[in-house]
């Protein structure tokens, strides 16, 4: 295994914007999710959208917005301002506050309407918190590193592996794979299972709606699925409507993995829960509106993957 050279790994700093227990769709039994902050990737229908850069984030939620000004006065950028005799929404200039390192005007605002997606945590404080978290996994459970992308942040999270792993916890990743192939390498080696998105098989339509193509990401599988590692690879297929929901790309898809020994699919259909956290970082979002696909639509695309023999797993649908 590759040895960090990075200092004091434990004390090594990553940027997270979530840690969720209590998770039962990411990897066997209950686990904990590691959210860590910055993607290569801009899918259009992300549901993460404050975990796309690798900084904290401004988060605005009007429901609880008591219009006290305490904000405005906090801010030492004048870039929060309420229109006279309104109640709000207040006017936050997002230029200004995305260069903000100090978040003054979350500090100052009591009804916590303002708060800051991302902050710094050592491999020995996630530790913590996961020891902690160990005694309500149950058997099989574990952490699962995910994102935004986990290898954008490779010296934490191969310290953070190598952590869980001296501590016999087990350990699952999710990645877009569009990453330095030795950076997958070296995590496959700390990893019992490792979850890869495929979002399209036309290198064209992929960088049309996430902003890269797929060419990286597919080498990648190919690399991971011919090394040899025993661990389980699962790899995710989010249906989109208008973007991969048509039966040739899933047949494109399913003979790809064929290809490659690929035995296991989870599909995961379209959906809209991530709509707030665009509102709340001032973002507007084109699938606002878009309905999710069908249970017959994705019963047909699993079909494609099953004629392969390969296992498909749908929505919750997850016997991990």
Known sequence: MEELRTGSASSTTGLVF???????????????L??????????????NPEGLERKPRLMYRAQRCRDLGRCCAACPY???????????????????CS????????GACFSEALTVSGRSITVDELLRIL???RNFWGPGGGVTFGGGEPLLQRDFTLAALDACRSQLMHTAMETSAHVPRNDLMSALERLEWLFVDIKHMDPDIHREGTGVD??????????AADSGWQGRLVVRIPIVPGFNDDPGNSEATAEFLADHGVGEVHLVPFHRLGASKYHQLGLS??????????????????AVFQVKDITCHIGSNTPF
Do not use: Y
Request: glycine share 6%; hydrophobic share 35%.
């Open 34 to 47: 590691v959210f860590l902050s910055g993607c290569p990737l801009r899918c259009v229908w992300c549901s």
């Open 99 to 106: 260069s903000c390192s100090t978040f003054d005007c979350v």
């Open 285 to 302: 979002w084109p699938f606002e509106n878009m309905p999710s696909p069908t249970a017959s639509t994705m019963q047909r695309h699993a």
């Open 214 to 223: 797929n060419r990286l990401i597919l080498d990648n599988i190919a690399a």
């Open 18 to 32: 979530d840690i969720q227990g209590f998770s039962v769709h990411d990897g066997p039994g209950c686990r904990t």
């Open 78 to 96: 004048d870039a929060i301002s309420f229109a006279a005799g309104t109640t709000g929404p207040p006017h936050i200039d997002r230029s200004i």
């Open 131 to 133: 020891e902690r978290d």
